[in-house]
C-alpha cells in the first residue's frame, strides 16, 4: 500500500473486531474503503460510526462465493471466525472462508493489480515445540483435531497467497497475528479477554480452563493495526509475526483483571480444551528489524483502555 497518495482499499471481515479498526485507521489516513462482510461474526454496530461517511461503503457479502467489488488499488483479507467458540461452532465456513475465500480475494488482486496482505496466524504454529515463535518455525498441529478447521485453513491460505505472488507476481504480504484484544471485541465470542473482563464486571466466577499455567502474548489492537499497514507498505512477502512480546500465563492475567476492575469475583477452574496451545509468544526481531515497529501498549494500560467498552457491554445485555 503507498503511503503517499490516496487508495481505494477493500477490506473483508471490515465488521468485526479488527476488521473495523483497519477501516479507522485507513479512513484517518484519508483512503477510501470498500468494506466487505457476511456478519456471520461481526456486527453492524462495529461500523455504526461511518454510517454516512463518503468514503465508507459496505457491501453485505460472503466471499467464499465469487464478487467483485470494483476496481480496487489495494485488498486486506480480514474475514475468517477468528475465535475458537466461532470456528468451531462455524467449522465448515471456517474452512470454506481460508480456502474458497482467500482465493476470491487473491483473484480479485490479480485482476485490479492491487496489493494483497491476509490476516493470518500464530495458530498457524499449532503447540509450538520452538519458543519463542519464529516466523521461520514450521508448527506443531493437529491436522484432524477440534482447532484443525482454522489452523489448517489459515496454513491453506498462507499457501496460496504466497503462490500468487509467486506464479502471479501478485504484491502479496502475510501477517501472523498474534492475541490480540481492546474495544470491540466480540463479548460473547469466549475469548480469554472479553470472557474475563465481562466476568470481573458482571461479579461472577473467571473461568480458567486447565490450571491456568498456559501463556498467551497479549497486543493491544492499536499496536497491531500500526504494524500491519507499516507491513502493508513494505516490500516482505515472507510472514511476519506482529504481537506483543510479554507472556502472561492465563492465570496472571485473570488477576490483573480482577485487581483493575476492583472485582470480589472468585476463580474457578474448568476442562482444558483438547489442543489447547501450551505456551505462545511471538518472536518479533523480523518487524522489529524491517518495519521498525514496536508494540507500545501493556497490558495493563490496553485492559483499563477497554474497560468502558466492556462495561457497556455488561450494561447492554443482548450483547453478553
Ligand atoms: P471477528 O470475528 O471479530 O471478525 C471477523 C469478521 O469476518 C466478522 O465480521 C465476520 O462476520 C467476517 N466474516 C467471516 N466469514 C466471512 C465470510 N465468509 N464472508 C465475509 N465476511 C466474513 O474476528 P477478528 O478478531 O476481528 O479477526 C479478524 C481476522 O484476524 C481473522 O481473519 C482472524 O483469523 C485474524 N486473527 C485475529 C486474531 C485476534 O487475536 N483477534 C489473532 C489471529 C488472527
Ligand atoms: N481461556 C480460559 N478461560 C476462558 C477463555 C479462554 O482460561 O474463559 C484460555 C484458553 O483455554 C486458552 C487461552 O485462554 O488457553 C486463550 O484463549 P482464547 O480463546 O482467547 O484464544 P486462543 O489463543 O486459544 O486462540
Wanted: with cysteine.
Amino acid at each position: 500500500m503507498s503511503a503517499q497518495t490516496v487508495q481505494t482499499i477493500l477490506v473483508t471481515g471490515a465488521a468485526g473486531f479488527l476488521g473495523s479498526h483497519l477501516c479507522d485507521h485507513l479512513l484517518a489516513d484519508g483512503h477510501s474503503i470498500v468494506g466487505v462482510d457476511n456478519l456471520s461474526t461481526g456486527s453492524h454496530a462495529n461500523l455504526a460510526h461511518l454510517a454516512g461517511n463518503p468514503r465508507f461503503r459496505f457491501v453485505e457479502a460472503d466471499i467464499c462465493q465469487p464478487f467483485d467489488v470494483g476496481p480496487v488499488d489495494y485488498i486486506f483479507n480480514f474475514a475468517s471466525p477468528a475465535s475458537p467458540v466461532d470456528y468451531t461452532r462455524l467449522g465448515i465456513e471456517t474452512l470454506l472462508v481460508g480456502s474458497a475465500g482467500t482465493i476470491n480475494t487473491l483473484e480479485l488482486a490479480k485482476k485490479y493489480g492491487a496489493g494483497y496482505l491476509h490476516a493470518s496466524t500464530s495458530e498457524c504454529y499449532g503447540d509450538p515445540e520452538v519458543h519463542p515463535q519464529v516466523e521461520t518455525y514450521w508448527g506443531n498441529v493437529n491436522p484432524i483435531g477440534p482447532r484443525s478447521v482454522y489452523d489448517e485453513a489459515k496454513r491453506f491460505s498462507e499457501a496460496a497467497v504466497v503462490a500468487y505472488h509467486r506464479y502471479h507476481g501478485v504484491n502479496t504480504h502475510l501477517v501472523r497475528i498474534f492475541n490480540t484484544y481492546g474495544p470491540r471485541l466480540q463479548a460473547n465470542d469466549g475469548r480469554v479477554i472479553s470472557n474475563l473482563m465481562i466476568q470481573a464486571l458482571k461479579g461472577e466466577p473467571l473461568t480458567i480452563y486447565g490450571d491456568g499455567s498456559q501463556t498467551r502474548s497479549f497486543c493491544f489492537a492499536s499496536d497491531l493495526i500500526s504494524g500491519i499497514v507499516l507491513l502493508s507498505r513494505s516490500e516482505e512477502h515472507m510472514p511476519v509475526n506482529i504481537g506483543n512480546p510479554v507472556e502472561w500465563t492465563i492465570l496472571e492475567c485473570a488477576k490483573e483483571i480482577l485487581d483493575l476492575t476492583g472485582s470480589t469475583s472468585k476463580i474457578i477452574f474448568k476442562p482444558l480444551p483438547q489442543d489447547d496451545p501450551t505456551r505462545r509468544r511471538p518472536d518479533i526481531t523480523r518487524a522489529r528489524t524491517l518495519l521498525g515497529w514496536e508494540p507500545k501498549v501493556k497490558l495493563r494500560e490496553g485492559l483499563e483502555r477497554s474497560l468502558s467498552y466492556f462495561q457497556a457491554c455488561v450494561n447492554t445485555p443482548q450483547a453478553v
